[in-house]
């Protein structure tokens, strides 16, 4: 009996000794919803959008293959996409009425809940990097304006001259829309002014939940204008008792519908999958008037892409799949 029970311990301590298997993790991204249609794309655009796709999941995805958080991932994937002028995040934000690029991101940790966020800034080359800043290293949940500038430059995050987030393209659709006729100076749905926002959703290994949005706004908006991405529970949030969300689209109706959380709720309470609680928020939204799309990753991994615009710039890579980006409605 002796001899059974030390071989019953034995196998027990060496069971224990056995590192439990680490959960799979996976990444989510965006760049962008809107009228991206096929015909309107040249060859060598369309390239370079999968590209800095690719290059984004990469960089987070290597980070979680790492053992890396969900917090980090989302982070640098962000950064890469704020440094590419294909997006309308960092350089190549589009400009507001005034004439000025001011950026606004924001990001969450669904471990604690924590959440950071900044609005209209203006000198800081990665605001991803600046909202993180703010729920780490302050009291507050979001600082706008100069208040949040004159914080990055506290935190010696990197500055950039706003030259730095100027492109022709962003300049040249700043002038088409002030030049429309007076009749349409309330119209805000024209190609030139909707999106580009850019966000990533994250699982690491340790099954902790993340989510980031960062954008330039939308092309000549007003003094003082703040859209959904750095509104928590409307363009961001994450929870890992459900799931985490980046929003993109008409910021206006994502903030009245609280986009974000309101998905994450109704997977949480009616236990809802991504996609069926993506769909149906999305299509409240669109009642509302607004248009746009969103990306979700379940606590369980599970995860959706749910669009109401002819394309929107995404992609996914997992522990357990091969990367994969998409463009357009159909594929």
Not at 216 to 234: E, F, H, N, Q, W
């Amino acid at each position: 009996m002796l001899n059974v029970r030390n071989a019953v311990i034995g196998a027990i301590l060496a069971l224990a000794a056995v590192p439990a298997a680490a959960q799979d993790w996976r990444l989510v991204i965006h760049g962008g919803a809107g009228t991206i249609e096929r015909d309107r794309m040249t060859p060598e655009r369309d390239a370079e959008i999968r590209a800095a796709l690719t290059h984004a999941l990469e960089t987070g995805g290597a980070i979680l293959a790492e053992g890396g958080s969900a917090l980090d991932a989302v982070e640098a994937t962000i950064r890469t996409l704020e440094d590419d002028p294909n997006f309308n995040a960092g350089r190549g934000a589009v400009f507001t009425a005034a004439g000025r690029n001011e950026l606004d991101s924001s990001i969450m940790d669904g471990r604690t809940r924590d959440a950071g966020a900044v609005a209209g800034v203006t000198t800081t080359r990665h605001p991803i990097s600046l909202a993180r800043a703010v729920m780490e290293d302050s009291p507050h949940v979001m600082m706008a304006a100069s208040g949040a500038d004159e914080f990055s430059r506290e935190q010696g995050l990197e500055q950039v001259d706003p030259e730095w987030f100027y492109t022709q393209e962003r300049y040249d659709q700043l002038q088409r829309f002030l030049s429309r006729d007076t009749a349409d100076a309330n119209d805000h749905s024209g190609e030139d002014y909707k999106f580009g926002t850019v966000g990533a959703v994250a699982l690491d290994t340790a099954g902790n939940l993340a989510a980031g949005t960062s954008t330039g706004g939308t092309t000549g908006k007003l003094y003082g204008r703040v859209g959904d991405s750095p509104v928590i529970g409307a363009g961001t949030y994450a929870d890992n008792r459900a799931c985490a969300v980046s929003a993109t689209g008409a910021g206006e109706y994502y903030i009245r519908e609280g986009v974000a959380h309101e998905i994450c709720a109704r997977i949480r309470f009616l236990h809802e999958s991504p996609q069926e609680a993506a769909d149906f928020v999305q299509a409240e939204t669109l009642e509302l008037g607004g248009t746009g799309g969103v990306i979700v990753l379940g606590a369980d991994g599970d995860w959706a892409y749910s669009f109401n615009t002819a394309g929107m710039y995404r992609g996914t890579a997992s522990s357990d799949s091969a990367l994969s980006v998409g463009i357009y409605g159909d594929e």
